[in-house]
T-cell receptor
């Protein structure tokens, strides 16, 4: 069973629209993260949360907003989508000695 | 800025051979993670080495860390076809956000 569930697996969006990427982890971790991976850049850290509080934000654009409704949830809301936002978005969580990634949401903005 | 940075390369080796991948990083780190990523999946942590360790082994994997030169390496002994993947190093200060290198694409030929 997957320990980190990301939904949807694939997403096609129109430029200017808004989407929410879902992430749930069942590892009992208190820290969760979002990363982005595109063909042009290495895996890129975006946000980190610990106990549902934002710890670090390396995303320049306010169009990206993480949302944590529960301890094991960290969703990512993206507004005013642009074609450059097309990428695979990975959610991750960590414990003392482990760091686990989900299988990603592949977003295509047209 | 990128903390972890690998010598981006694509390696192709014969099954049974040994291979070493290198990673250099620019900023202080307390731990280096090595991940493998299979096509269409998220990165999977395969070995981590802390700043107070010089070497770490896990099965056929061996990681080294030289904090004075800010470099790490991952070696795979007797590579097998299932070792074919992209390998990343990532650096960070603890279990928070990590910065990834560009990755090394390894192909093991039967």
């Amino acid at each position: 069973d997957p320990k980190i569930i990301q939904k949807p697996k694939y997403l096609v969006a129109v430029t200017g629209s808004e989407k929410i990427l879902i992430c749930e982890q069942y590892l009992g971790h208190n820290a969760m993260y979002w990363y982005r991976q595109s063909a042009k850049k290495p895996l890129e850290f975006m946000f980190s949360y610990s106990y549902q509080k934002l710890m670090d934000n390396q995303t320049a654009s306010s169009r990206f907003q993480p949302q944590s409704s529960k301890k094991n949830h960290l969703d990512l809301q993206i507004t005013a989508l642009k074609p450059d936002d097309s990428a695979t978005y990975f959610c991750a969580s960590s414990g003392c000695s482990d760091y686990t990634f989900g299988s990603g949401t592949r977003l295509l903005v047209i | 800025s990128q903390w972890g940075e690998e010598n981006l390369q694509a390696l192709s080796i014969q099954e049974g051979e040994d291979v070493t991948m290198n990673c250099s990083y620019k900023t202080y780190t307390t731990v280096v993670h090595w991940y493998r990523q299979d096509s269409g999946r998220g990165p999977a942590l395969i070995i981590l080495i802390r700043s107070n360790e010089r070497e770490k082994r896990s099965g056929r994997l061996r990681a080294t860390l030289d904090t004075s030169s800010q470099s790490s390496s991952l070696s795979i002994t007797a590579a097998q076809c299932e070792d074919t993947a992209v390998y990343f190093c990532a650096t960070g200060t603890g279990y928070q956000n990590f910065y990834f290198g560009k990755g090394t694409s390894l192909t093991v030929i039967p």
